[in-house]
């Protein structure tokens, strides 16, 4: 079944650090949904989410765009995900005081009825439907490591010094891998994509029902950006809700940063 999408997406600096290190942007052309969050010092971290941000949205948009040369969308679009890896490396390799230049990626593809989720770091993306927030990513850090072999509990895991430590970034080596997931869609799914900022902030359950609380997506963006704060704003944060609708969404509020 086709599918109509609306979207919004907003990106706070939080209350405590001065720069946005996090990059969103998307094309409702390819169905193509990005969410970054950068690191390595002064700004370089804002311009890694940048980079990466582009080569996604770049790759779909080239004249040699051909997803039939994947076997799966999520295999394509986790081509997509190695291209902004290497664009990363690329930039990082230009100047010498970029070097540990990286961010994470949360990236989703809708095509078909169809949903592919691809992703590297802690960056996350969820799928609400029906009322329930489902995760849908797994984060490449120490901590979640820790926990997916139970030397920690999820409490530990709240209070750790190495939640930050991550095992997978764009930007750390020339070759990554990406974890990469598909589902089939139905009516009235939301996804969201999300930078840790929010996710470590905000519980799964009050994001939940911030989303199914919210007459607009535009509303629950601006809601979750603002529990995050109210939380601390420790860290930037960003989110990025996708709604489908089996008929055409009436004048969508849309919230927009980032390339389109």
Same mark, same amino acid.
């Not at 081509?79 to 930039?91: E, F, G, M």
């Not at 920690?152 to 750790?160: D, H, K, L, V």
């Given at each position: ?146 926990m997916r072999r139970g ?33 089939e869609c139905a009516e009235? +799914? ?5 930078? +840790? ?36 704003? +420790? ?26």
């Open positions: 079944m086709p599918f109509s999408l609306e979207v919004a997406a907003k990106s706070d600096v939080g209350r405590v650090r001065t720069n946005n290190e996090d990059n969103f942007a998307y094309d409702l052309r390819y169905g193509v949904f990005v969410v970054c969050d950068g690191m390595g010092g002064q700004a370089y971290g804002e311009v890694a989410s940048k980079i990466a941000v582009q080569a996604v949205l770049d790759m779909f948009r080239s004249p040699a765009h051909n997803p039939a040369l994947a076997s799966t969308r999520a295999e394509y679009l986790a081509a997509a995900v190695v291209s902004a890896n290497a664009s990363v490396r690329a930039a990082e390799k230009e100047q010498a005081d970029r070097a540990g230049m990286g961010t994470t990626i949360v990236t989703l593809r809708i095509d078909s009825g169809v949903a592919a989720v691809a992703h590297v770091g802690d960056s996350r993306a969820y799928l609400w439907r029906g009322g329930t927030l489902k995760p849908l990513t797994e984060d490449h850090s120490l901590v979640a490591e820790q030397l920690i509990t999820a409490e530990q895991a709240e209070s750790s010094s190495w939640q930050n430590v991550l095992l997978r970034a764009l930007g750390a080596a020339d070759e990554i891998e990406v974890d990469i997931g598909e589902l009235g +799914d939301v996804f969201l994509l999300a930078t +840790d900022g929010l996710t470590k902030s905000v519980a799964n359950a009050e994001i939940a029902r911030i989303i199914a609380g919210s007459g607009t997506i535009a509303s629950a963006c601006e809601q979750l950006i603002r529990a995050a704060n109210d939380a601390g704003g +420790d860290d930037n944060a960003t989110c990025m809700l996708v709604r489908l609708s089996a008929h055409a969404a009436s004048s969508p509020q849309i919230l927009f940063e980032g390339p389109i």
